[in-house]
T-cell receptor, first 110, second 114 residues
Framework: RKEVEQDPGPFNVPEGATVAFNCTYSNSASQSFFWYRQDCRKEPKLLMS???SGNEDGRFTAQLNRASQYISLLIRDSKLSDSATYLC???????????FGAGTRLAVHP | ETGVTQSPTHLIKTRGQQVTLRCSSQ?????VSWYQQALGQGPQFIFQ???????GRGNFPPRFSGLQFPNYSSELNVNALELDDSALYLC?????????????FGSGTRLTVV
């Protein structure tokens, strides 16, 4: 079983749609969680941190449920520019390595 | 210079050869980590260096090795290249063991082994 698992998608949605991505992690010792965005053939870029209390940044909302070991990302009012791969990430270990899921592809169409 | 920079951007090598990839850390960051991202996969942790010493390693064979220099820049060396080593190699730096900090990645080196 992979340490971080995500639905690979792709999610094909029209502009303006709301889309939700889910992620589970297996290491209960994981300390911090993030969503990264990766455009085709580019490096991953930090989108937002994830907290148990929830974290909202404009159209993006991230949520962590430690009891269920579940992380979510909600994107409201999707834009064409949101098309990318979204990577769910846990930070774990004494040296805080990042553990990535395989990513969920999002394609927003007109 | 405030970002993480990597060189070269692209590289083609032949199976069995050796390669060295380079990374310049973000100013003030004393920790650097390397990741391998195969096509269609998420990045996989290779190893991490803190103040010139390796302090964490992922599930990669010994032919993957690294160095960190006093200025905190870093190298990733891969010996006896195999076709499966073809991937995007990413370097990330961070200012130390701050838990809730998301790392910043360089733009990566795309290695093709033929």
């Amino acid at each position: 079983r992979k340490e971080v698992e995500q639905d690979p998608g792709p999610f094909n949605v029209p502009e303006g749609a709301t889309v939700a991505f889910n992620c589970t992690y297996s290491n209960s010792a994981s300390q911090s969680f993030f969503w990264y965005r990766q455009d085709c053939r580019k490096e991953p870029k930090l989108l937002m941190s994830v907290y148990s209390s929830g974290n909202e940044d404009g159209r993006f909302t991230a949520q962590l449920n430690r009891a269920s070991q579940y992380i979510s990302l909600l994107i409201r009012d999707s834009k064409l520019s949101d098309s990318a791969t979204y990577l769910c990430v846990a930070k774990a270990g004494g040296y805080n390595k990042l553990i990535f899921g395989a990513g969920t592809r999002l394609a927003v169409h007109p | 210079e405030t970002g993480v920079t990597q060189s070269p951007t692209h590289l083609i090598k032949t199976r069995g050869q050796q390669v060295t990839l380079r990374c310049s850390s973000q100013s003030g960051h004393n920790t650097v980590s390397w990741y391998q991202q195969a096509l269609g996969q998420g990045p996989q942790f290779i190893f991490q260096y803190y103040r010139e010493e390796e302090n964490g390693r992922g599930n990669f064979p010994p032919r993957f090795s690294g160095l960190q220099f006093p200025n905190y820049s870093s190298e990733l060396n891969v010996n006896a290249l195999e076709l499966d080593d073809s991937a995007l190699y990413l370097c990330a730096s961070n200012p130390g063991s701050i838990n809730n900090y998301g790392y910043t990645f360089g733009s990566g080196t795309r290695l093709t082994v033929v």
